[in-house]
């Protein structure tokens, strides 16, 4: 597979959703579909859970039909494991299996997954080439620098995953020592997208459409993965491919109600207002009397406090916008 061979073009050259645990359920992954994601991937799902067909760990590859181009994330430490889920996980309609050797989680690590795989890199190859022959999807691989700045991961590292048979390799610019903070490396990501035969999907810190731009011409990748920046501002999406990057006026309540319907329909009451609540404060920043907002959704228990909370959060917003 070389640079000019695109298998999954809206994935390798593409603006995605970052997967994000206990973030990216399927109601909020179809926004950021409607507002310009070109891609979506699920959250990482174990793959000794699926090995063992754990019914549990089943449910969390369900999806919605409009949810695509979908691809499923799977971690886990043992090629073994990554052979059986391969194989669970090919007939489901995904588009293509992402491995994940990123994850600085402390509980992802003692099981010597997520990015532990970047301090063992044998390890990682043979888990991509377990995963290739196991199935006829493509297979993409999701990495961070390396485990230290002391400990990189070697720039040729594009190579090496693409011999192993993946197509297409996502570089968050961070060490796993970072967790999620301190600046991006982007000179980083750049020496390994130079010497990838495979496209580079550049990750971290996409907080603007400016910056989410800067990201992939600076880095010369393919694509981008935007995380955090798209959580509360789906519009990032439509902003990066040339639209308004600001929800216009009564789009953030319609946006908040879809999101909220959607859940509605998977998940039961009270819960779904436990986890939506979380979505629903990260909506209302950056706007004056935002805070308010916050405070106010953390308390939501119904359809009905949700709708009058974002109704008056979207006058507030553009209320703001207009002052400024
Ligand atoms: C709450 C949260 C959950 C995450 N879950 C996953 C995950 O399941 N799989 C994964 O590969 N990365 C996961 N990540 C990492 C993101 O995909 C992304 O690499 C990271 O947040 C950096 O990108 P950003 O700066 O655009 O957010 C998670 C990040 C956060 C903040």
Not at 66 to 77: S, Y
Not at 78 to 107: E, H, M, Q, W, Y
Not at 114 to 142: A, H, Q
Not at 237 to 261: D, Y
Request: aromatic letters at 6%; glycine letters at 10%.
């Amino acid at each position: 597979m070389r640079k000019d061979q695109l298998p999954i073009p809206f994935y390798s050259h593409g603006i995605t959703m970052a997967p994000m645990a206990g973030v990216t359920d399927s109601a909020f992954r179809r926004i950021c579909l409607r507002l310009g994601a070109t891609c979506l991937v699920t959250e990482m799902v174990t793959a000794a859970g699926l090995s063992r067909k754990s019914v549990k760990t089943k449910k969390m590859l369900r999806y919605h039909p409009d949810e695509q181009p979908l691809g499923v994330q799977l971690f886990g430490a043992k090629p073994d494991d990554f052979a059986r889920a391969s194989d669970l996980v090919t007939p489901l309609g995904f588009k293509f299996i992402d491995i994940n050797a990123g994850c600085p989680v402390k509980r992802v690590l003692r099981s010597g997954s997520g990015s532990s795989l970047l301090g063992d890199i044998p390890r990682l190859l043979e888990i991509v080439r377990v995963t290739k022959e196991n199935t006829d999807l493509p297979v993409t691989v999701k990495i961070r620098l390396g485990l230290t700045r002391e400990e990189p991961v070697p720039d040729s590292i594009g190579e090496l995953v693409a011999d192993a048979g993946a197509c297409a390799i996502a570089v968050h610019g961070r060490f796993r020592t970072d967790f999620f903070s301190g600046d991006v490396d982007k000179e980083g990501i750049r020496r390994i997208a130079e010497l990838s035969p495979v496209p580079v999907i550049a990750n971290g810190d996409s907080t603007s459409v400016e910056a989410a731009l800067r990201l992939r011409d600076e880095t010369g990748s393919t694509g981008l993965l935007i995380g955090r920046g798209a959580w509360g501002n789906p519009w990032i999406f439509r902003g990066i491919a040339g639209g308004n990057p600001h929800p216009e006026p009564g789009e953030l309540h319609t946006v908040i109600m879809k999101q909220l319907s959607m859940m509605m329909e998977l998940i039961p009451e009270p819960q779904v207002f436990h986890i939506f609540r979380g979505h629903l404060v990260q909506y209302f920043r950056g706007f004056h009397g935002a805070a308010d907002f916050r405070r106010r959704a953390v308390g939501t228990e119904s359809y009905k406090e949700v709708d009058i909370i974002a109704g008056e959060a979207d006058i507030a917003m553009h209320t703001s916008l207009e002052d400024v």
